[in-house]
């Protein structure tokens, strides 16, 4: 049974609806020894209550990730709920600004922004009152959790999904007092660990895409060529995409100069920037405010999101259907985008930075430029734009990657493998 998303209130933390998924879906895109794995962990860790926190319950990567997650392990027969953290706007222009410290923004820290963090941390400490074996926090929101809360009988990880590669020194070290409490985190690739946190024990988990959600689930031509209309996108040009919060990281305004350049070459082009709108992101409305202006007067740019018509099904038509994506990350902790859309077998050019380039190896998927570099982002996507075939050869190279190496029960075996070593079962 698949059940929408909703939140409880009350004194707890906000519990989020999930759904329950099977693992004999998945069969016919995994390997034997994956789905024996999956059972074999699965059944270990039965009768562990297992706890996922994180800052909201839709928009971006993490939430898509937990929603297919944890609806395989509950399939999986395993007791996990997924809580959302309470904050006010301030508290989250804060947490964002930590997050663009950690990837490495200059940011000075002011005792003001310490105390609103520490005092929104402190309250959903006290409204905690939850009772589990396994808690996984995710990203620098709710850090303080552990500490402020106390661990009980509990095994705490941390899940850190974004590029800390180059962090801001300033924030790195008001948190790692809190990190430390952990017993054990949770990275995406080596390269983000920072030196400091190198004596914890350490995961190295990227993530994956649900084949079967609705994000990226087979749709005909027709359906996309009709969905394409009714959003207002002529199926009959060409037509270039990025899909991503609208977060100066994924730089949307420089895409839009990369379309008009490209634009003078492949006559007829069309833009389509598609944008996630998140809980514990307002830093987004004021760069949905530049973009619209930017766009402004110019019939070729599609700007729409979540909240104005753009859901999973429509996501999903603009990677299938466009002949080319883009993804112009300045950083990126990974970037499902990336997986979502060579799944579907499209070619892109993205930028060659934090966890893209391990989606699309040499010859794979597409093209990997310096996000700085618009000029040859923009001779990339020309390139694509006039040799279909090589489109059509890298995107088939592209979605092999995704089925080896970036599935979700690929996601969901390494992480109940760290779970049931700290559950020593």
């Known amino acids: 049974m698949r059940n929408s998303a909703s939140l409880d209130g009350g004194a707890l933390l906000n519990l ?20 024996d794995k999956l059972r074999d962990l699965s059944e270990r860790l039965k009768g562990h209550r297992i706890l996922h926190v994180n800052a909201t319950p839709y928009g971006g990567g993490v939430s898509e990730l937990l929603r297919s997650a944890l609806a395989l392990q509950r399939g999986l027969g395993l007791a996990v709920d997924w809580r959302v953290i309470a904050g006010e706007t301030k508290f989250f222009e804060v947490t964002k600004r930590f997050h663009n410290a950690l990837q490495g923004a200059p940011y000075a820290l002011p005792e003001e922004d310490r105390d609103t963090y ?12 939850h009772d589990y074996d396994l808690v996984i926090i995710h990203d620098p929101q709710p850090v ?20 800390t590669s ?10 790692k007092p809190y990190i430390d409490e952990y017993d054990a985190l949770i990275f995406t690739l080596d390269k983000f660990v920072p030196d400091d946190l190198r004596d914890h024990k350490i995961k190295l988990i990227p993530p994956g895409i649900d084949p079967l959600s609705p994000k990226n689930f087979d749709l005909t031509p027709e359906q996309c060529r009709r969905i394409m209309s009714w959003v207002g996108v002529d199926p009959s040009r060409p037509v270039l995409t990025q899909v991503s919060r609208f977060d100066p990281w994924k730089d949307p305004l420089g895409v839009i100069r990369i379309f008009r350049e490209t634009r003078k070459q492949v006559p007829g082009l069309q833009l389509a920037l598609l944008g996630s709108m998140a809980l514990d992101d307002p830093e987004a409305w004021d760069l949905m405010a530049e973009i619209r202006e930017e766009s402004d007067g110019d019939d070729d740019i599609l700007v729409s999101t979540n909240l104005t018509g ?18 112009k990350s300045i950083r990126e902790g990974f970037g499902l985008i990336v997986s979502e859309t060579l799944w579907k077998g499209t070619s892109m050019v993205a930028g060659n930075t934090g966890g893209i380039p391990i989606q699309m190896p040499e010859g794979t998927g597409g093209y990997l430029v310096d996000p700085h570099d618009e000029e040859m982002m923009a001779e990339r996507t020309v390139e ?17 990657v995704v089925r080896e190496n970036f599935l979700i029960t690929r996601y969901v075996i390494d992480e109940l493998e760290l779970l049931a070593d700290l559950a020593n079962v």
């Open 144 to 163: 303080p959790l552990l500490q402020m809360h106390g661990r009980g009988d509990a095994k705490w990880v941390w899940r850190c999904h974004i590029d």
């Open 384 to 400: 694509l734009l006039r040799d279909p075939a090589l489109r059509e050869q890298l995107g088939a190279a592209g979605r092999e």
């Open 310 to 327: 753009i859901g999973n099904m429509e996501v999903n038509v603009f990677q299938r259907s466009s002949d080319v994506v883009v993804q």
């Open 166 to 175: 180059e962090p801001n020194r300033a924030v790195l070290d008001f948190l």
């Open 16 to 35: 989020v609806d999930i759904a329950t998924e099977k693992l004999d879906d998945y069969l016919p895109l995994i390997t034997r020894e994956q789905a």
């Open 118 to 129: 520490l005092l929104q941390n402190s309250f959903n400490a006290h409204q905690f009152g």
